[in-house]
């Protein structure tokens, strides 16, 4: 099975109704048959940030990553980005680490509009089986471990040569997230393929 594993660093939590924007996309391609991970595709999204507010202009990935505002207002604009990313997700099996996040917060509305043919299970989710969050609570469960944290423990031998802690881009998120499903899938825990990807 080929699944592409898409990444979005935004400007905020609250999604595109909340006026987030997404400001890098990143897409990582696992083959879970052959258990191997290719960078598929990278690209700063632009936007006239001259019309941003003070909180979207402080947004936490420009203090936590490489990422920076005149990379924003420099890059290709999001209509362009949306179109390209659209031509490499649709009709494709995708997922993501944190498919609540990632496509129902963005992908899947304007002006992304990723329509594809399956979705594979949350990789966050799945991790979760096996990796405890950092927060517990009352009942005894954690929250959703961060992908650094699954990553760390299901990769120790850091396939994706990450040689520190994570970088908070888009692609190598993706990369990241995209050995993790691997790492899943050898033990059993996602799926190697899905019924209704032949259908």
Request: aromatic share 8%.
């Amino acid at each position: 099975m080929i699944v592409r594993v898409v990444d979005t660093e935004t400007t905020g939590l609250g999604g595109w109704t909340h006026g987030d924007h997404v400001v890098d996309v990143g897409v990582a391609e696992a083959d879970t048959a052959a258990g191997t991970v290719v960078p598929l595709y990278s690209q700063i999204v632009g936007h006239d940030i001259s019309r941003w507010s003070p909180e979207q202009r402080g947004a936490w990935i420009f203090s936590h990553s490489d990422l920076t505002l005149d990379d924003v207002a420099g890059a290709r604009p999001a209509p362009a980005v949306a179109e390209e990313l659209s031509g490499i997700l649709s009709g494709r099996i995708i997922t993501s680490y944190n498919l609540g996040f990632d496509l129902d917060k963005f992908l899947l509305h304007p002006p992304w509009r990723v329509e594809p043919a399956v979705l594979a299970p949350d990789i966050m989710i799945e991790a979760h089986r096996v990796v405890e969050g950092d927060l517990w609570f009352p009942d005894g469960s954690t929250s959703w471990p961060r992908l650094e944290k699954a990553y760390r423990e299901l990769c120790p031998d850091d396939p994706a040569g990450m040689d520190g802690p994570q970088a908070h881009r888009a692609l190598s998120d993706a990369v990241q997230a995209a050995h993790v499903l691997l790492r899943l899938v050898d033990r059993g825990i996602y799926p190697r393929e899905l019924p209704e990807a032949a259908a």
